[in-house]
C-alpha cells in the first residue's frame, strides 16, 4: 500500500496549475448551478464538491456525439478514420460513483468480445484523480449499490479532503506519475475512516429480478413516466449509441450518438415493427438493464447509486425507489408462494 | 376541496364515471403526482395546490382506452389543453366529466410559474362541474415574447442559439405534450431524416424549429415543455411568439373557444397576402 | 468569417404556374441570376416548411417559395393552405432570428415568365446587402 501524502488546501491551486502546464486538466465546474467538469484554465478559483458532481463525467470518454470516420468529396466520399487524441489528461475531482461507472464502461467497451479503440484511447490517455466524498447528497445511495463514498476502485489517485488538508495516496503505476510535486508531502498519518449509513433503496437480487420479467407490476411502475431519455442520458453507465452519417457541405463525419432505451425510436425494426412499443415494456428494459442484465453478462449491476436520474427526471421520479418497489413486490410474491403449500398440507 | 370530493363521490356512486384523473400526495417526495383513483378508493390523499402543475391531459388518451367515462380535475390551463384534444377528436367529450378548478396560480419550487403571471384563464373553457373562483378573463400580454421581438435578428439568433446547443435531446418536451401524439414523431423518421440524431446545434436547430411550427395553432400554452426541459431552453417562448402570430393573423387563440378549428388545417380565401410578408397591417 | 459573395437562394416553385413560369422566362430569354436553385414541388400546399427549415440550416442564405396565385390553384385550394403556413413559418424563422429579407414568398402565374426573373433578380440584391452576419443560421457555426 502507497504512503499517503498531504497537501495544505490553499496550495492545492499552486498544485493543479503546475499539472496543467503538462497536462489537460479536467476539474469540476459550477456552470448555471450545476457541477460539471471542464478544463482548467486558472480562471477560477479551485473548488471542488463534497459529494455528487451534477453531469457526469461518461461524456469524456464516451461522448454525446463523437465522429468515428470521416469523409468528402476530394475523398471520393471514402471513410477516413478520425485521428484519436492523444494528449495525455487527468481528471481531478470524480467521486467513487463516477470511477464505478467508469468500471462499468470498461467492461462494456473494452473487456468484451468487440473493444471499442476510440474508448480504448481516451481511457488510456486518462489519469483518474478521484476525491472521496464527504458526505452523501439527498439522492445519493451508492452504500446500497455495493459502494460506499470511499471507496477507491478503478481511480489511479484518491485523495480526502480532511480539516486544512488533502490527503493524497497513489494507487496504480500511473498515479504515480503526478506525485512527485514539492506540494506534496509523505506523512504516516492518514485520513480518519468515516462510517456511512445505509441508502434507501434496497433492491433484490438480479435473479429475482428476472423472475419478474412477465409480471403485471411494470403498468403500474410505467403509469406516469413520460418515457423521455434524460434519465439515460444522465446515467453514468447508459452506453446505448446508435450509428449515423452526417453530411454538410461536401463533407461528412460517421458519428456515435447516444440513443436512450425509453425512446419509442429505440426498439424500432425495419418495416415498422416494434417490440417495445408500451412505456410499461421500456422501463421494464431500463430497470432489467440496471439491475439484472449487467449481472448476468458482466458480473455487476450496473446501477452505481449516484443517485442522478433522481436529479434530472422531469416528474421528479425516482428510478431507484421503483427498484425498490419492485423489490418489495418481489418479497410479497414469495410470501404468496411459501404461503400455498402451508395451507395445502392442512387441507 | 371539499366540494370537489364530495363531487367525485357522488359522481361514483351514480356510476357517472369509472375513473378520475387527479393530484395525490405524494409522502416520499413532499410533493403531489398524478393519480387515477377508482371507485372505493380512498380520495383522502387527493388534493389540488399550488403544487399541482403538471397536466394531466396527457394521459387522458390512454385513460379513455381503459375506461368508459373519466373524470378529470383541471386548472384552466389544462382545460384549454382537453380543448385542443377534443377539436382534433383525439378523445371524445362523451368520455370526460371535466371538473374544472377556479386555479389561483400553481409553483415551481415554490415560487409562482411564470406562465401564471400571463394567465388569461383561470377556469378551464370546458367544465361539467365548476369549483372555486372563477376570476375574470384578461387579455395575455405576450411580455416576454415582445422582449425578443425588440431584439436585431443577430441578437436573436444568438440568444436562441445559446439555448438550442444545450439541448440533449432527451424528447422530455414531445413526451409531456399533449399535442404531440404523432404515431411516428418527424424527429424518429428515418427516410426522409429530416432532423440529424445528433445533439449538435444544427439539428437541434431543427428540433426546436419544427417543434414549435407542428405546435402552431394549436399550443394551449400549458407550458409543460419548459417545465420538464433539464436544460431549461425557453421553449414556451416559441410556443408563445407563435401563439402570438396566429392570433394576429388569423384571430385564433387555441383551446378557449371550444369546438373551434385549429388555423392551420383550415383555409380562408380571405386571408391577406401581407401575412406573407411578416406584416400586421 | 469568409462568405460567400453570391447568395445561394433556393426556389420552390409549384409545378403548374410558377415552375410554367420560370421556365417561359427561360425560353423568353429573360436574364435573372444563377444565384437561384429551383425545387419543382406539385403544389405549394406541398410545401411543408421543415423544407425551408432545412434549406436554412443546411446553408442556404434566402428561400423563395411561389405557387399560383390565389384562386388559380390546380388543385382548388393548395394555395391557400400554403398561405396559411407560409406565414407562420415566417413569423417563427423571423423570432428566431433570421433575417426577414431572406425569405420571399410569392405568387407567380405561367404567364409570367418577366415576373420570375424579376423577382429573382430583387431577391438576389436584397440578399446580397446583407452582411455575413445578417445571414445567421446559415454559417459554419451549424457545421458540428
Not at chain 1, 286 to 292: I, M, P, V, Y
Not at chain 2, 239 to 246: F, G, H, I, Q, R
Request: charged share 30%; net charge neutral.
Amino acid at each position: 500500500m502507497n504512503k499517503w501524502h498531504k497537501i495544505k488546501k490553499t496550495d492545492l491551486q499552486k498544485y493543479v496549475s503546475r499539472l496543467a502546464e503538462k497536462w489537460e486538466v479536467w476539474i469540476p465546474r459550477l456552470v448555471d448551478g450545476k457541477w460539471e467538469f471542464g478544463i482548467y484554465d486558472g480562471a477560477r478559483d479551485l473548488d471542488l464538491p463534497e459529494s455528487i458532481i451534477d453531469v457526469s463525467l461518461k461524456n469524456l470518454f464516451f461522448p454525446k456525439r463523437r465522429a468515428i470516420a470521416t469523409f468528402d468529396e476530394n475523398s471520393k466520399w471514402s471513410l477516413q478514420p478520425v485521428s484519436p487524441e492523444r494528449r495525455p489528461r487527468i481528471i481531478l475531482g470524480l467521486h467513487p460513483c463516477d470511477a464505478a461507472g467508469i468500471e462499468y464502461m470498461d467492461k462494456v467497451f473494452l473487456q468484451s468480445e468487440y473493444k471499442d479503440v476510440m474508448y480504448k484511447n481516451e481511457r488510456e490517455r486518462t489519469i483518474l484523480v478521484g476525491m472521496l466524498c464527504n458526505k452523501m447528497g439527498d439522492d445519493c445511495h451508492c452504500t446500497d449499490r455495493g459502494l460506499t463514498p470511499d471507496s477507491t476502485s478503478s481511480m489511479d489517485v484518491a485523495f480526502v479532503n480532511e480539516g486544512e488538508w488533502y490527503f493524497f495516496r497513489s494507487l496504480t503505476d500511473k498515479g504515480k506519475r503526478i506525485m512527485e510535486s514539492k506540494y506534496l508531502k509523505e506523512t504516516d498519518e492518514g485520513p480518519t475512516k468515516n462510517e456511512w449509513p445505509a441508502g434507501k433503496y434496497s433492491i433484490a437480487s438480479p435473479e429475482e429480478f428476472m423472475e419478474m420479467y412477465d409480471d403485471s407490476i411494470w403498468h403500474e411502475l410505467s403509469d406516469i413516466c413520460l418515457t423521455c431519455g434524460i434519465c439515460t442520458y444522465a446515467c453514468p453507465t447508459c452506453v446505448c449509441f446508435l450509428v449515423a452519417d452526417e453530411k454538410f457541405k461536401g463533407k461528412g463525419e460517421r458519428v456515435t450518438v447516444w440513443d436512450s432505451c425509453q425512446l419509442q425510436s429505440y426498439s424500432r425494426m425495419a418495416g415498422g415493427q416494434n417490440t417495445r412499443k408500451t412505456p410499461a415494456s421500456r422501463v421494464r428494459n431500463r430497470t432489467l438493464d440496471k439491475f439484472a442484465y449487467s449481472h448476468l453478462r458482466y458480473g455487476r449491476i450496473s446501477c452505481t447509486g449516484c443517485g442522478r436520474c433522481i436529479m434530472v427526471c422531469p416528474l421528479k421520479r425516482s428510478f431507484p425507489q421503483l427498484g425498490a418497489r419492485l423489490s418489495e413486490r418481489i418479497r410479497e410474491k414469495e410470501k404468496e408462494r411459501t404461503k400455498v403449500p402451508a395451507e395445502s398440507k392442512e387441507e | 376541496m371539499k366540494e370537489l370530493r364530495k363531487k367525485i363521490k357522488e359522481l361514483f356512486e351514480n356510476g357517472e364515471v369509472d375513473a378520475v384523473l387527479g393530484y395525490r400526495e405524494d409522502p416520499a417526495t413532499g410533493g403531489v403526482k398524478a393519480a387515477v383513483f377508482k371507485k372505493d378508493e380512498t380520495l383522502d390523499d387527493m388534493v389540488f395546490d399550488g403544487r399541482c402543475i403538471q397536466n394531466l391531459v396527457n394521459y387522458l388518451p390512454t385513460l379513455v382506452a381503459r375506461y368508459r367515462k373519466v373524470g378529470v380535475v383541471l386548472k384552466g390551463c389544462d382545460g384549454r389543453s382537453l380543448v385542443t384534444q377534443l377539436v382534433e377528436h383525439r378523445i371524445s367529450k362523451s368520455q370526460i366529466i371535466a371538473l374544472g378548478i377556479g386555479c389561483e396560480g400553481v409553483e415551481i419550487d415554490g415560487r409562482e410559474a411564470e406562465k401564471c403571471g400571463d394567465c388569461a384563464t383561470h377556469m378551464s373553457p370546458v367544465a361539467d362541474y365548476e369549483f372555486g373562483e372563477k376570476e375574470e378573463k384578461k387579455e395575455p400580454t405576450f411580455a416576454r415574447v415582445e422582449e425578443i421581438e425588440k431584439m436585431s435578428p443577430v441578437e436573436r439568433w444568438k440568444f436562441f442559439a445559446d439555448y438550442f446547443a444545450k439541448c440533449e435531446r432527451c424528447y422530455a418536451c414531445r413526451q409531456i405534450c399533449p399535442s404531440c401524439y404523432c404515431e411516428i414523431c418527424i424527429a424518429d423518421q428515418q427516410e426522409p431524416k429530416w432532423i440529424e440524431p445528433s445533439a449538435k446545434l444544427s439539428a437541434n436547430t431543427m428540433w426546436h424549429l419544427i417543434r414549435a411550427y407542428h405546435l402552431a395553432g394549436r399550443c394551449a400554452d400549458c407550458g409543460e415543455c419548459e417545465r420538464v426541459c433539464p436544460q431549461d431552453i425557453p421553449l414556451r417562448l416559441l410556443n408563445n411568439a407563435l401563439e402570438k402570430a396566429v392570433h394576429e393573423m388569423f384571430g385564433v387563440r387555441p383551446g378557449t373557444v371550444p369546438e373551434e378549428v385549429p388555423p392551420l388545417v383550415v383555409l380562408n380565401k380571405d386571408d391577406p397576402d401581407r401575412i406573407l410578408e411578416g406584416k400586421n397591417e | 468569417m469568409q462568405i460567400d459573395k453570391e447568395p445561394k437562394i433556393l426556389a420552390i416553385l409549384c409545378k403548374w404556374c410558377s415552375y410554367a413560369g420560370a421556365d417561359l422566362a427561360g425560353t423568353s430569354r429573360f436574364a435573372y441570376p444563377a444565384n437561384v436553385r429551383i425545387i419543382q414541388v406539385p403544389c405549394s400546399g406541398r410545401v411543408d416548411p421543415v423544407m425551408i427549415f432545412k434549406a436554412f440550416v443546411e446553408g442556404y442564405d434566402g428561400v423563395m417559395v411561389s405557387g399560383c396565385h390565389p384562386g388559380d390553384c390546380h388543385y382548388g385550394t393548395g394555395n391557400y393552405h400554403a398561405r396559411r403556413r407560409m406565414a407562420v413559418a415566417r413569423r417563427l424563422l423571423q423570432f428566431v432570428g433570421v433575417h426577414p429579407e431572406r425569405m420571399h414568398f410569392t405568387w407567380i402565374s405561367a404567364a409570367e415568365g418577366k415576373k420570375f426573373a424579376e423577382v429573382c433578380g430583387q431577391f438576389t440584391d436584397r440578399l446580397k446587402m446583407l452582411s455575413g452576419t445578417e445571414r445567421t443560421l446559415a454559417r459554419k457555426e451549424l457545421a458540428t
